[in-house]
């Protein structure tokens, strides 16, 4: 036998019926101080030093994907007797 219900409540009531805590002024207060965060770096973000962060970490994982594929194919090939 099976059984389905299906509850129509919205997270509020969900929240309250379960008994957990109304965390929305903590999370509304987050929120904000984040905005208020990046609003306040936003000005010292240059375009241009962020391309050279992350094409230079791009072009360093590159190097280190290619070495870990060479070492993985060394490893697989068969050894020559002599």
Excluded at 19 to 24: E, I, N, Q, T, Y
């Amino acid at each position: 036998m099976k059984v389905t219900i299906d509850i129509e409540c919205t997270p509020v009531e969900a929240r309250a019926f379960l008994g957990l805590p109304d965390v929305s002024v903590l999370n509304d207060r987050m929120v904000e101080e984040m905005v208020r965060r990046m609003e306040a770096n936003m000005d010292s973000l240059e375009p241009e030093a962020l391309m050279r962060q992350w094409t230079a970490f791009g072009g360093q994982m590159t190097d280190n994907f290619m070495s870990f594929m060479q070492q993985a194919a060394s490893a697989g090939a068969p050894k020559s007797d002599k």
